[in-house]
């Protein structure tokens, strides 16, 4: 069983920052992939920033340049970079980790972006 919490979401003005973390409750040394989703009311859950099965990076256009996706592998930590934050990015953000044939999801942590 993992277990993923997220933190790190709250109201933030456009132009602004968040960082975002999931902490796992297994080592993430070498797990692959990893990443993070987000969703909005009525939408489906789509991909935001991902480590790949190769172990590298990737991103939806619409974050690119914007969006750091990063991780402690001594914590156990993933973390997202958030800058230049827009009111189109506002979404509650979940990490994912497919494991032994399941899907792992956090609880998910609100992102506002509004002024």
């Known amino acids: 069983q993992v277990q993923l919490v997220e933190s790190g979401g709250g109201l933030v003005q456009p132009g602004g920052s968040l960082r975002l973390s999931c902490a796992a409750s297994i080592s993430i040394f070498n797990v692959y992939p990893m990443g993070w989703y987000r969703q909005t009311p009525g939408r489906e859950r789509e991909l935001v920033a991902v480590?790949?099965?190769?172990?590298?990076?990737n991103y939806a256009d619409s974050v690119k340049g914007r969006f750091t996706i990063s991780r402690d592998t001594v914590k156990n930590i993933m973390y997202l970079q958030m800058n230049s934050l827009k009111p189109e990015d506002t979404a509650r953000y979940y990490c994912?980790?497919?494991?032994?044939?399941?899907?792992?999801w956090g609880q998910g942590t609100q992102v506002t972006v509004s002024s």
């Open positions: 994912h980790l497919p494991r032994d044939s399941t899907n792992y």
């Open positions: 480590f790949t099965t190769y172990g590298t990076t």
